[in-house]
Nanobody
Framework: QVQLVESGGGLVQAGGSLRLSCAASGRTFSLYAVGWFRQAPGKERDFVAVISGSGGTTTYADSVKGRFTISRDNAKNTDYLRLNTLKPEDTAVYYC???????????????WGQGTQVTVSS
């Protein structure tokens, strides 16, 4: 079993930056792909980015490509999502999850963190 804890969310003005962290328990973190998803009020949980277990492969949603960067440090059992040039429409609760599959589909993720709120003011 893997436990995930997100941190780093907050309130930021449009154009600002944040770095989200996803700390994992367990010794098998490097075997999992890590995905970030976000959910705004009244909307579904949407894919943001995913990184392979080795960190060598990444994929982004079109809406964040060029602004967000996903990375991981397997020695620290931690994944990161750097959010740059934030827009009001990026406001959501951000969740990290781990999956045995490299996937953009939330239903293929086995474990989730509790989420961290990101609010972007205009």
């Amino acid at each position: 079993q893997v436990q995930l804890v997100e941190s780093g969310g907050g309130l930021v003005q449009a154009g600002g930056s944040l770095r989200l962290s996803c700390a994992a328990s367990g010794r098998t973190f490097s075997l999992y792909a890590v995905g970030w998803f976000r959910q705004a009020p009244g909307k579904e949980r949407d894919f943001v980015a995913v990184i392979s277990g080795s960190g060598g492969t990444t994929t982004y949603a079109d809406s964040v490509k060029g602004r967000f960067t996903i990375s991981r440090d397997n020695a620290k059992n931690t994944d990161y999502l750097r959010l740059n040039t934030l827009k009001p429409e990026d406001t959501a609760v951000y969740y990290c999850g781990v999956s045995a599959r490299y996937s953009r589909q939330s239903n293929e993720y086995d474990y989730w963190g509790q989420g961290t709120q990101v609010t972007v003011s205009s």
